[in-house]
């Protein structure tokens, strides 16, 4: 039996495949579509790169490279970073999302896959078919939207992009805050570490004193109990380093003999120059990720209610489109003819009026969702500006104006007792207050450090709940 087919439905198959944005589809497929994003904006903002590996070897490499970087090494800020954004697992899974969005509009890109299913029914005597249908079914209602669902997916990969960029940069700093955290510890601990010693010296003498008869029992304990407060609270300050130092080995992915680095024991000087930037404002408005973010969110919120709107018309049709084939008469001629099959349901309320409503709230949701979010990206940049400059200030005066006044009053205080004129234990109490004027400093310099790493988070909205 010979089949004369038509020529239109053997081809629908082919024109549905061919709805597919070959550009698209080429980009989204790549397997790091949407990184070189993420990448270059992580390099501007935080001076290290982004890497994402997505194969065992690639995973390998990078744990080879951190180790390199870190291993048995005094490391600085610039490093950790470095290490944790190549090395950081938590990273890695959401550098994934970023992919299975990709992956979405590759799959929107492609557009729908039309299937044939032939059926043969009717078998004569001489067993030949005494019919033959063949029915193509497509997405049809997917063929004829796929543009602005296309347009809605891009949105949505653009937003995973900056949420991307977003949670790389709350790592990097999160894992600066954690180096200063453990540097500013250690420095702590040795300024505590060198009065201890001072401190013992004096204990010691008081109690040959005491043996003597010439110290009274409650001045012996004032001298006693310093030391042993000095004893605790450099106890207190090793924890805080190693606690400090073990958050900052998290953050960096480093497990194994890879935690065997060093950080340095005292905190990087002031700088010279005023620090702060008068156009943070400014430059949050334009780089924060959470407001890219809000702003394609009303974009998708626009053409996907816009996109309710054009099929809400055919939303309660169930399609099927195919052709069937019969033998006429003569066994030899053969008769194709298109099937249209519609199923009708009358909805019991107005959907377009419900959808046009949604969107309207949906969008207004999101447009004031937004303007807070630039309201607080606005104050928040206001606010880092103000911390760092304040924070350099008050630094710059326990280092310009207490510290220089301390020395001088160690200075006459030693003078005074080489000539005999004051105590062994004036001298200690001097260089007692000469230590919380040490530690002061040491905690406002760190402080500084840790304004100045808000400052990255306030322009692009890296927030530090972190990876970890």
């Given at each position: 039996?010979?089949?004369?087919?038509?020529?239109?439905?053997?081809?629908?198959?082919?024109?549905?495949?061919?709805?597919?944005?070959?550009?698209?589809?080429?980009?989204?497929?790549?397997?790091?579509?949407?990184?070189?994003?993420?990448?270059?904006?992580?390099?501007?903002?935080?001076?290290?790169?982004?890497?994402?590996?997505?194969?065992?070897?690639?995973?390998?490499?990078?744990?080879?490279?951190?180790?390199?970087?870190?291993?048995?090494?005094?490391?600085?800020?610039?490093?950790?970073?470095?290490?944790?954004?190549?090395?950081?697992?938590?990273?890695?899974?959401?550098?994934?999302?970023?992919?299975?969005?990709?992956?979405?509009?590759?799959?929107?890109?492609?557009?729908?896959?039309?299937?044939?299913?032939?059926?043969?029914?009717?078998?004569?005597?001489?067993?030949?078919?005494?019919?033959?249908?063949?029915?193509?079914?497509?997405?049809?209602?997917e063929a004829v939207t796929r543009k602005p669902r296309q347009a809605i997916a891009e949105t949505r990969f653009r937003q995973a992009q900056y949420a991307a960029l977003g949670q790389t940069v709350a790592l990097a700093t999160e894992t600066r805050l954690a180096w200063i955290d453990a540097v500013s510890a250690f420095?702590?601990?040795?300024?505590?570490?060198?009065?201890?010693?001072?401190?013992?010296?004096?204990?010691?003498?008081?109690?040959?004193?005491?043996?003597?008869?010439?110290?009274?029992?409650?001045?012996?304990?004032?001298?006693?109990?310093?030391?042993?407060?000095?004893?605790?609270?450099?106890?207190?300050?090793?924890?805080?380093?190693?606690?400090?130092?073990?958050?900052?080995?998290?953050?960096?992915?480093?497990?194994?003999?890879?935690?065997?680095?060093?950080?340095?024991?005292?905190?990087?000087?002031?700088?010279?120059?005023?620090?702060?930037?008068?156009?943070?404002?400014?430059?949050?408005?334009?780089?924060?990720?959470?407001?890219?973010?809000?702003?394609?969110?009303?974009?998708?919120?626009?053409?996907?209610?816009?996109?309710?709107?054009?099929?809400?018309?055919?939303?309660?049709?169930?399609?099927?489109?195919?052709?069937?084939?019969?033998?006429?008469?003569?066994?030899?001629?053969?008769?194709?003819?298109?099937?249209?099959?519609?199923?009708?349901?009358?909805?019991?309320?107005?959907?377009?009026?419900?959808?046009?409503?949604?969107?309207?709230?949906?969008?207004?949701?999101?447009?004031?969702?937004?303007?807070?979010?630039?309201?607080?990206?606005?104050?928040?940049?206001?606010?880092?500006?103000?911390?760092?400059?304040?924070?350099?200030?008050?630094?710059?005066?326990?280092?310009?104006?207490?510290?220089?006044?301390?020395?001088?009053?160690?200075?006459?205080?030693?003078?005074?007792?080489?000539?005999?004129?004051?105590?062994?234990?004036?001298?200690?109490?001097?260089?007692?207050?000469?230590?919380?004027?040490?530690?002061?400093?040491?905690?406002?310099?760190?402080?500084?450090?840790?304004?100045?790493?808000?400052?990255?988070?306030?322009?692009?909205?890296?927030?530090?709940?972190?990876?970890?």
């Amino acid at each position: 039996m010979t089949l004369s087919w038509k020529p239109a439905v053997l081809a629908l198959p082919a024109l549905l495949a061919a709805c597919a944005d070959t550009g698209t589809v080429r980009m989204a497929s790549d397997p790091k579509a949407g990184f070189s994003l993420v990448s270059q904006s992580t390099r501007q903002a935080t001076g290290a790169g982004g890497v994402w590996a997505q194969s065992a070897v690639e995973v390998a490499a990078n744990e080879a490279r951190a180790r390199s970087l870190v291993h048995r090494k005094t490391i600085g800020p610039d490093t950790a970073v470095q290490v944790a954004l190549m090395n950081n697992r938590g990273l890695q899974a959401a550098y994934a999302e970023l992919g299975l969005s990709a992956a979405d509009l590759w799959e929107t890109a492609i557009g729908p896959v039309p299937t044939l299913g032939v059926t043969i029914s009717g078998i004569g005597e001489a067993g030949l078919a005494r019919s033959l249908e063949a029915t193509v079914t497509g997405a049809i209602l997917e063929a004829v939207t796929r543009k602005p669902r296309q347009a809605i997916a891009e949105t949505r990969f653009r937003q995973a992009q900056y949420a991307a960029l977003g949670q790389t940069v709350a790592l990097a700093t999160e894992t600066r805050l954690a180096w200063i955290d453990a540097v500013s510890a250690f420095e702590r601990a040795g300024l505590v570490g060198r009065a201890q010693g001072t401190a013992d010296a004096a204990s010691e003498l008081a109690s040959e004193l005491g043996r003597t008869g010439a110290m009274n029992r409650a001045d012996q304990a004032r001298e006693h109990v310093f030391t042993a407060e000095l004893a605790a609270e450099r106890a207190d300050a090793r924890l805080e380093a190693q606690l400090a130092k073990e958050k900052l080995t998290r953050l960096m992915g480093l497990w194994g003999s890879d935690i065997d680095f060093y950080v340095p024991d005292r905190l990087p000087g002031l700088p010279g120059r005023r620090p702060g930037r008068a156009e943070a404002e400014k430059l949050a408005l334009t780089h924060r990720t959470d407001l890219a973010i809000g702003r394609l969110e009303l974009e998708a919120i626009a053409r996907d209610y816009r996109l309710a709107g054009q099929t809400r018309m055919i939303s309660d049709l169930a399609i099927v489109a195919g052709a069937e084939a019969e033998r006429s008469g003569s066994p030899t001629e053969t008769e194709v003819s298109p099937v249209l099959e519609v199923e009708f349901e009358i909805p019991v309320y107005d959907t377009g009026k419900l959808a046009s409503r949604r969107g309207e709230l949906a969008y207004m949701r999101a447009a004031n969702q937004l303007a807070q979010a630039a309201v607080n990206a606005r104050s928040e940049a206001r606010s880092a500006h103000a911390a760092v400059t304040g924070k350099y200030n008050i630094a710059r005066h326990w280092r310009d104006e207490v510290l220089p006044l301390r020395r001088v009053i160690d200075e006459e205080a030693l003078r005074s007792y080489n000539g005999m004129l004051t105590s062994t234990f004036d001298l200690i109490a001097e260089a007692r207050e000469g230590l919380e004027a040490e530690l002061s400093y040491a905690g406002a310099k760190a402080d500084y450090w840790r304004a100045e790493a808000g400052m990255t988070a306030a322009i692009w909205g890296g927030s530090t709940g972190g990876t970890d």
